[in-house]
């Protein structure tokens, strides 16, 4: 996992624990990188083994 990954995931788990600061962080960040999936579409996350356990 990046550096770039993992500050993501951290940003969208505290986003989760109702962190408001972090929802905005997480907005902002939705804005500037936009999703390649079209709207509508299921988003499936795959995590390994491995990555369950961080």
């Given amino acids: 996992m990046t550096r770039w990954e993992a500050l ?3 940003i969208y788990t505290m986003s989760l624990n109702k962190d408001p600061a972090a929802t905005r962080l997480l907005q902002g960040l939705r804005v500037k990188f936009p999703s390649r999936v079209p709207s ?3 988003v499936v996350w795959v995590f390994s083994d491995r ?3 961080i």
């Fill in 40 to 42: 509508g579409d299921p």
């Fill in 8 to 10: 993501v995931r951290q």
């Fill in 51 to 53: 990555e369950m356990k």
